[in-house]
């Protein structure tokens, strides 16, 4: 039996039910007792069970309309709280945003910046999913997040990329070296003969460092790799070497020991900038957050939206997948 019953007659059922006086429910319902009547004769044909019995002084509940009755009102409250749902997603007041971003912005930068919107939107569940370029993309591209705070990969086409912020190299040196004793930038051709402490393959900032030492055509060849950051910088207290690394994830990690000088000959300028999708569309609430994001974190070079793998900045190397820190 297929039954079509819409929310309006589930209502008129209810106040009936509720008052078991037709005159009183036609008022509420802002409807005539014989149109009240009506519907009611046609919602129980349609159920195929009679609701009410009602005779010329008094109406009352079937068995089967004391059930219906029972669950009308539970449809009835389901029903307007997926209304309220729907209004809060759509105001941002409500509703989930997945974020996956670097480990060094999600240790550095991302828990003001969610603190910030938790304080004006306490609706909204955050999740932050602290990872590499690589898998980042991956999580964008199926939908398990709604954007990602990473570099930017040439080879991610099919996602949309926008720069936010640039990200400069910095030099961890040993505070006893010989290179720590100089007191302003230093040159990459000038670490050459230094032992090196180096993010693993393929890193994005594997991938800077051994760019910018191909533009004073030498081979970046590290004495040591590692895969955290943490472990990169106890090496370089511990004087296995110095380490270049972007200045946020420098700054993510706390190091006493260490001495920081900037690299130039080139300045490599990693962009961070936000992936999102090109076939989803952000929910209220992500957006409310990347207005949150755009308005505390320090502004690129130059902004401008396009894929994923576009140069927003001359200083890019173009080679194979990333996996930034």
Request: charged share 20%; proline share 6%; net charge positive.
């Amino acid at each position: 039996m297929k039954v079509n019953l819409s929310m309006r007659d589930i209502e008129t059922v209810l106040v009936l039910g509720r008052t078991l006086n037709f005159r009183q429910a036609a008022a509420q319902l802002h409807l005539s007792q014989s149109a009240l009547s009506t519907q009611i004769l046609r919602i129980e044909e349609a159920l195929g069970v009679r609701l009410f019995d009602r005779t010329t002084r008094s109406v009352r509940l079937t068995a089967p309309g004391e059930v219906f009755m029972q669950q009308a009102a539970a449809l009835q409250v389901a029903f307007r709280e997926a209304i309220d749902a729907v209004g809060g997603i759509a105001n941002a007041d409500r509703g989930q945003v997945a974020v996956a971003a670097l480990p060094s912005l999600a240790a550095r930068l991302l828990p003001r910046v969610l603190m910030a919107f938790r304080q004006t939107h306490p609706g909204v569940a955050l999740k932050v999913h602290d990872t590499l370029s690589g898998p980042a993309f991956d999580l964008v591209r199926n939908g398990a997040v709604d954007f990602a705070l990473t570099a930017a990969d040439p080879q991610q086409a099919d996602l949309h990329y926008v720069p936010m912020m640039s990200d400069s190299f910095l030099l961890l040196i040993p505070q006893d070296h010989a290179l720590a004793r100089s007191t302003g930038p230093l040159r990459w051709a000038d670490t050459v003969d230094v032992p090196h402490v180096s993010m693993v393959q393929p890193s994005s900032v594997r991938q800077y460092t051994e760019w910018a030492f191909l533009q004073n055509r030498i081979r970046f060849q590290p004495a040591f790799e590692a895969e955290h950051l943490a472990t990169i910088v106890a090496m370089v207290e511990c004087g296995f070497g110095v380490a270049a690394l972007p200045e946020i994830a420098a700054r993510a990690v706390a190091h006493t020991g260490v001495v920081e000088r900037p690299l130039v000959g080139p300045v490599a300028e990693r962009s961070i900038g936000l992936v999102t999708s090109r076939n989803r569309s952000l929910s209220p609430a992500a957006l409310a957050l990347v207005d949150e994001l755009r308005r505390q974190l320090p502004a690129p070079a130059a902004k401008r939206g396009g894929k994923a793998g576009e140069k927003p900045q001359a200083a890019r190397p173009e080679r194979r997948r990333s996996a930034a820190r």
